[in-house]
Structure formats: C-alpha cells, structure tokens
C-alpha cells in the first residue's frame, strides 16, 4: 500500500492501530520489572530464576527480529502484522494465568517471538502510507510510541500490582491487542508476498544453539556453583558449538543468515560493541532499581514505579533533543556526551545507602535516561553512516541483535554477581558478631544468644549485606560507561546523515 492509494480517514486508522500495537509491546519493556517481587513470592522464586521473566522475552525478541525482514517478504506484511499480534496478546493472557516459573518463562519466550516484528513492520508501515514530505512527523509519532512505553511502564504495572494483582500488568495487554489486530485486518491491504533470496535455516539455528546456550549458562550458573557442575559445562559447550558454527557457516554459505560484508564496517562493529555495553547498562538497572526498592527501601510497588519514571523520561526528552541537533553537532560527541551522562547518574546510585531518602534516586534516574537517549540515535547513524546501502537492512537487524543480547546478557551476570556478592558482604559482616562481643549488644541492642535477638540481628545484617550487594553491582556498570567512552575515538564521524540512516536508526 502506498500513500496515494489511501483516504485521511484510512490513514488515521492504521496508524492508530499500529501504534498500539507498538506501545503494547513497549510497554511489555518495563511493565514487569516492578512486579518481579510480587512475582518472585507467588513463585517461590530466588532473585536469580525470576530474572528468567526478563531475560527470556529479550532473548527470544532478539533472536526473532533479524527473522522480520524475511517473513514479512516471504508472507507478506499484513499477514506478519496479524500473527504477531495474536502471538503476543495469546502469550500476555498465558503469562497471567500462569502458575510455575517454568511456565510463565515459556509464555514470556512466546510474547518476545510475538512482539519482535511489531515495532519494525510498524515503522515501515508509517513510512508506506505517508508521504515523504510527512515522513518526519511519522517517525514522530512511531518514536513517541516507543519511547512512551518504557516511560509509563514502571507506573502502571506498579498501579496495577498495587491496586489488583501483577497477572493483570499481563492481561491488561488483552483488549489492546484485539483492538490493533482489528484494525490492521481491516484497514491494511494484502500486498503480494515474495522472497528475495532463501532464508538461512541452518545459521538461524546455529545462532539460536549459541543465545540459548549462553543465556542458560547464565541464568543457572548462580544456583548450579558455576563449572563444578557438568550442567553448566554442558551449556558452554553448546553456546560454543553454536558460535562455531554459526561463523564458520556464515564465512562459507552462499546465502548466510548475515552478510559477513557488515563485519568489514569498522564504524558497525564498534557502535555494535558500544550497543552491547549499553544495553546492558539499560536492561541491567532497570532489572535492579525496582526489587532494590521494594526489598530494601520497603517501597510500596507503585511508589517504586513512579520513583523508577524520570530513568524514562529523561530518555523522551533527549531523544527529542537529538532529533534537533543532529546535523549541528558532532554525532561522536553527542554520544560521548550521552555516555558521560550515563556515568555520573550510574556513579550516584554507587553512593546510596539504606538511609537515603529517594531524590538520588529520582535524580540519578533522570540524569541516566537524559544519557541514554542522546546515545541511541547518534550510535545508530554511526553504526550505519559508512555502511553501503544494500547491507543496511542486514546491519539495522545485527546491530539490534546485538543490543538486546547486551540486555539479557547484563540482567543475568549483574543477578550472578548479586548474589554472590551477598553472600560475601555477609560473611564480612558476621565474622565478629559473637555473642561474647560485648560492642554488639550495646549497639545492636541484641542478645545474639536468644532467638528474637539472633532474628533480629540477621535481618539487619542481610540489608546491608544487599545494599552493599546493589552499590557493587552499580560500581560496574558506571566502569562499563567509562570503559565504552574511548571506542568511540576509533570511528569515523559523517559530514551528513543521510535519510536512510536516519530510517536505520529507528530500527
């Protein structure tokens, strides 16, 4: 369908239509962090296994978008559109009804297949039935969309774990998606469906082994005392049989799952380096700051929503920033100024502790998003500003790929660490609370031989044992903003962005 070929009336429909569907899939970003406490008693979960709920929808999401650009070539876009949807709101209701871990992980997996399509089919479709010269007030709309989500997520699952159960930060995703799947079966016309070339099966599943078998690494290591176990052995070796696999099929395949041609890029392979690192920077404080909240602070979960909003604010208004400055500013330096933003509001949460009242963390949440948003776009257009034209598609698909492997990867090391950090912290703390100290009763004002006492005494010693847990985890990743920083000296920087990079950024 093309922009001549549809009425004012039909426009505003689809575009109606398909923005929900994205912010329903945005949303799904953020909207279950603040539930995971919630989540994790319903379940009898450690905090470790119910990052699973987290870590298997952005693995599945990133693991199915390279598939977008093919499925929607070989099946067409509206019948893509219409799956997808339905794949996404049947696993929202399934992840509400949902009574084992093992389950909702599996339902989660299938929201993350279902929803991976819908922000880039949602974007081609805005720029089809729009005209060029509306092109910049729909991928207005479509960024809004997308940047909405993330912002409004943690206040609404939080109002709605609050106020009624978090199955329903799942369910409420029901009447959305029937909505937009309405709308996009009457509104959007069938195109003809066709492939270019055939799709590479055999470096999707090689690629597939290699996410698998790290991110099961990952998530069991913690519970399974890492490689003393032939389990975790067992997943090494299959995430490295997969890579192996994959780069060797890759180098050799006519028609491979990836043109290798994107890895000759230089400024592509150090914005994708640069991804990673912020992905797990955003996805890995986001996974922390909510249970950090509720756990150790005592925040009622809507409150830990609202405290957890300026993170996505701050990312709206720089994104909008961006779109001003691009073009005037050097795009290494805005990103630069992005990643140094990111490290002072990272460095702040390194100096909280359990007497703090939440301005820092308000603080430090907006000075991060702020940081945030003016990395994306500027990272995208230099990933993409060297790469010729015909690979772009390939290396918007990559370059995402490997943004959100960053986010699943830093949710489950930053759990990893968490926990043994704690247990750590606590056999500092414990080694000299002996009964026979007479310096622990008259500060604690316990007696370590009596139960309450022993109770009461355990449980300080846990907070601060967490806290200090949370401090070493945020230590990291402020390193890993100061550690990302000097990549970006090794790109070249365009005189102009190009509007196919711009339209590769969004992607």
Request: proline residues 5%; hydrophobic residues 50%.
């Amino acid at each position: 369908m093309t922009h001549a070929d549809i009425s004012p009336f039909t426009r505003t429909a689809i575009t109606a239509s398909i923005m929900l569907a994205t912010l329903m899939n945005s949303l799904d970003t953020t909207i279950a962090n603040v539930a995971l406490p919630h989540m994790q008693g319903s379940f009898q979960a450690s905090q470790e296994q119910i990052s699973w709920v987290l870590t298997s929808y952005i693995l599945a999401s990133a693991i199915m978008t390279p598939m977008t650009s093919w499925l929607a070539q070989r099946f067409g876009r509206k019948e893509l559109f219409l799956i997808s949807i339905a794949l996404f709101t049947g696993a929202s209701v399934l992840c509400g009804v949902a009574t084992s871990l093992w389950q909702i992980v599996l339902f989660r997996v299938l929201q993350g297949l279902g929803g991976a399509a819908l922000i880039p089919l949602s974007q081609a479709e805005l720029l089809d039935i729009n005209p060029p010269e509306k092109h910049g007030q729909a991928m207005a709309i479509w960024g809004a969309g997308t940047v909405l989500g993330p912002v409004l997520g943690p206040v609404l699952g939080g109002y709605i774990t609050d106020h009624l159960t978090w199955r329903w930060v799942f369910l409420i995703n029901l009447p959305v998606g029937i909505f937009a799947f309405m709308g996009v079966l009457f509104y959007i016309k069938r195109e003809r469906a066709g492939v270019q070339r055939p799709f590479d099966f055999i470096g999707f599943g090689a690629l597939t082994l290699a996410l698998a078998g790290l991110q099961l690494m990952l998530d069991r290591g913690p519970t399974r005392d890492w490689f003393s176990t032939a389990e975790i052995w067992t997943y090494l070796a299959i995430a490295g049989l997969g890579a192996y696999w994959f780069v060797i099929h890759t180098m050799t395949a006519k028609h491979p799952f990836f043109d290798p041609r994107v890895f000759a890029d230089g400024n592509f392979v150090m914005s994708s380096i640069i991804g990673f690192f912020v992905g797990t920077m955003l996805f890995g404080s986001i996974a922390l700051l909510p249970t950090m909240l509720q756990s150790l602070m005592g925040y009622p979960v809507t409150t830990a929503g609202i405290i957890s909003m300026p993170r996505g604010l701050g990312a709206f208004i720089s994104m909008f920033l961006v779109g001003q400055l691009i073009g005037r500013v050097s795009l290494r330096a805005l990103a630069f100024a992005g990643l140094s933003l990111n490290a002072i509001g990272t460095y702040m949460m390194t100096l909280i502790n359990l007497q703090m009242d939440d301005s820092i963390v308000i603080a430090s949440g907006l000075i991060q998003g702020l940081g945030t948003g003016l990395i994306f776009i500027p990272l995208s257009a230099l990933a993409f500003a060297t790469m010729p034209p015909m690979l772009r598609t390939e290396g918007a698909s990559l370059f995402t790929l490997i943004r959100n492997l960053g986010g699943a990867v830093g949710i489950s090391l930053l759990q990893a660490l968490h926990v043994n950090q704690v247990q750590g912290a606590h056999a500092g703390l414990v080694e000299h609370l002996r009964p026979d100290n007479p310096n622990v009763y008259a500060y604690l004002g316990a007696d370590l031989t009596a139960p309450v006492g022993q109770a009461m005494v355990e449980g300080m010693v846990y907070r601060q044992a967490a806290m200090q847990a949370y401090v070493a985890d945020f230590r990291i990743l402020f390193i890993v903003s100061l550690l990302s920083a000097p990549l970006l000296l090794l790109m070249r920087t365009p005189k102009k962005t190009s509007p196919q990079v711009a339209h590769a950024v969004a992607d």
